[in-house]
């Protein structure tokens, strides 16, 4: 098998022996993963080869990838040891229909970019519309088994707090504001998920990510999280650009991956799973404390400098408490803390 960092291998091994996942619904299928060179959907197929190999699981990737040299140099490890992943090349839009069958599907290509929500909001909607009808196009045509579509927190708009979020708690959000790109085309690609689910019989099911890190996250990522992490390695202060009142929950990569394949292989058709670790709620501003303590040679200082925020695509405040008691009905746990997300994500990048 391909070598990993430690602590990668040691993710893969953990979500490899998640005894209550239904693994053999797998074996001898076909995966399509879209959104396949961003952290989440690489670990997922990372995750997929990885049991497979060690399982003798049969299981085939296909990945749908806008930039093949990209993917062939992210998956190297896998392909060198002749992991059975293929690339399918083209846009989420208009990607051609793969060769073969396609057993179940992940849809996590989007534009994540706090920035682009604001600077590109036409392009913003588009792929999240224009691709899901594309992805749920080929799951009808294929008489897939399941869909996973990857949504987000932000479809709850902006809590306040008052009350725990499930998945049938809902504020209002202001179509009018540019920022609003994001969370109203995840919103509209859920409800494409529900109509196909109903109307065509696609066996659609959608996931409501917190927002998710672990090894794997780009140095230059421009999320509040990680800039956190990096000031604290360089040993520089943590400057926040809002006052951190902002409260939510957050969820490690692996525990991401168990929860897709929770609700892949067990989730019901037309219905959403919140998936977030409890455990982690707190403020950005007691993030960027735990930060400052614990990532780095030596502890760091943390200042605010709120001037400027509302040109940087900030989320609105929220205060976001999600309920994933249905996600754990499936089975699903999540197994690394806020503090340990950081350590393990550190020890990577």
Known sequence: MWPEHDVVTDDLERIRTTSWLPWQQLHGRTVLV???????????????????????????VVALVRDPARAEALFAGPLAAGAPLTFVHGDVETFGTPDGPVDHV???????ASADFVARPVETIATALRGTERVLE???????????????????AAPDGSRRITESTFDGLDPMQVRSSYPESKRMAEALCAA?????????RVLRLTQTFGPGVARGDARVFAQLARSAVE????????????????????????????????GADGEAYNAANEAT???????????????????VNVRVEAHGAATRGYAPTLKMDLDTAKLQ?????????????????TAVG
């Open 281 to 299: 709620y707190c403020s950005i501003r007691e993030m960027a404390d735990l930060v400052a303590r614990t990532v780095g040679a030596a502890p």
């Open 196 to 204: 196909y689910a109903a109307e065509h019989a696609v066996p659609a």
């Open 106 to 112: 992940v849809h996590g290509a989007s534009i994540t």
């Open 138 to 156: 080929l799951a009808r045509e294929k008489q897939v088994r399941s869909v996973a579509y990857l949504s987000s927190m932000e479809v709850y």
């Open 235 to 266: 040993g520089r202060d943590i400057v926040l650009h809002t006052t951190g009142e902002t409260r939510r929950s957050y969820l490690y990569t692996a525990d991401a991956v168990t929860a897709i394949l929770a609700v892949l292989l067990g």
């Open 34 to 60: 879209t959104g396949a060179t961003g952290l989440i959907g690489s670990a997922l197929i990372r995750a997929l080869l990885w049991y497979s190999a060690h399982s003798d699981a049969g299981i085939r």
């Open 329 to 345: 009905r499936l089975g699903w746990r999540p197994t690394v803390g806020l503090e340990e997300m950081y350590r393990r994500m």
